[in-house]
């Protein structure tokens, strides 16, 4: 190596003419890019969960999704990661404390203190959830975001829970309560420029203060009695309505079966005039004989019927032991009386 410097004027110079001179600065600037390159770290990585933000010289420049990326090595550019699909809560009137076997809570009165529409005061306790929408406005955009989004959740239900009385967040209004806080909250987290999405509002705990606790459970006992009774008499009307409705079709059936038959026995009794018709019109003597033979079968049923031609006379037919009432009848030899089924008649 001594080839590469030279003394001149007692002060060691490096002869850049000399080959291998140059290959030695060559190497040693090499080593030197080497080394700021991996101290650098010009490479970084952004999990699936999270959005990368590249900064160069503190300024934003840009975005970077899941995956591997390659940056200006430090201190040219900077990366900030941000989870972005992980679920943040903050809670408003209350603290959750985790122990190693139970969660406790600890009230917190100046937050939860609130004054309805009706001018009651109402203790409430609310949570809410949401992630980070945008990682950009959510780091540089706003101040300490997850304090200032409690501020908002704080602002958005005393106001909402001011437009109600006092019985609606104790009782039967919670879930519209709700969505209103939701959507105001949503509403001035957008205005403000936070960069979340709110996930869900939930009321936790809702209660009037201890001095009058008493009276507003006697309220809601009777509250509660009132919509049972009601609850009971709608079972009632429906458990009626549908026995009213069942005997109804049962009515209009019958009627329906009635009418079809009626028809069916109309139609029957047409047809059968239709065919006398005929018949008295083809013989009209006969015809007229067999209906009144017909007709009296009808008038008297069961009874023993004699029946004359014109030139006979009734009184050799009379049986004058009978009239006397001298034992049991005995029938002239001529002419004989003949038992006909019932509907016959001979003649």
């Known amino acids: 190596m001594k080839d590469w410097f030279t003394d001149k004027d007692g002060t060691i110079v490096l002869r850049t003419r000399s080959p291998r001179a140059k290959w030695f600065l060559y190497a040693l600037l090499g080593i030197v890019i080497l080394i700021v390159i991996v101290s650098g770290r010009p490479w970084f ?29 430090w201190p040219i550019e900077t990366v900030e990661l941000e989870r972005v699909t992980e679920i943040k809560r903050i809670e408003l009137g209350y603290r959750s404390i985790q122990s190693d076997l139970h969660t406790e809570t600890r009230q917190v009165p100046g937050e939860q203190v609130m004054l309805t529409g009706d001018q009651n005061v109402v203790l409430i306790g609310l949570a809410v959830q949401y992630r980070v929408s945008d990682a950009f406005r959510y780091r540089f955009d706003v101040r300490n975001p997850d304090s200032t989004l409690k501020n908002l959740a704080e602002a958005a239900t005393r106001q909402v829970v001011g437009d109600y009385e006092i019985d609606a967040p104790l009782t039967r209004d919670k879930a519209a309560i709700e969505t209103e806080i939701f959507q105001k909250l949503q509403e001035l987290a957008d205005l403000y420029g936070l960069g979340v999405a709110i996930i869900a509002v939930q009321l936790q705990d809702v209660s009037p203060p201890a001095a ?13 009695s009132f919509e049972r009774y009601i609850n ?4 009632y009307k429906n458990s009626e309505l549908a026995k009213v409705e069942g005997t109804v079709a049962k009515t209009l059936n019958d009627a329906e079966a ?7 026995e109309a139609k029957g009794e047409v047809e059968k005039f239709d065919r006398i018709l005929r018949e008295y019109q083809a013989a009209k003597e006969v015809t007229k004989t067999r209906l009144y033979l017909e007709t009296m079968e009808e008038i008297l049923p069961g009874k023993e019927k004699i029946i004359l031609g014109a030139d006979q006379d009734i009184f050799k037919l009379l049986n004058l032991q009978e009239l006397k009432g001298a034992g049991t009848r005995s029938p002239f030899s001529e002419p004989q009386p003949i038992n006909q089924p019932a509907g016959t008649e001979q003649r």
Do not use: D, M
């Open 45 to 73: 990585t952004v999990g699936t969960e999270e959005q990368g933000l590249v900064l160069r010289f503190g300024r934003y420049v840009r975005s970077a999704g899941p995956g591997i990326h390659f940056r200006w090595p």
């Open 212 to 224: 009058v606790a008493g009276s507003f459970r006697e309220v809601e006992n009777a509250r509660q």
């Open 232 to 235: 009971e008499a709608e079972g």
């Open 258 to 264: 009635k009418k079809e038959q009626r028809i069916i």
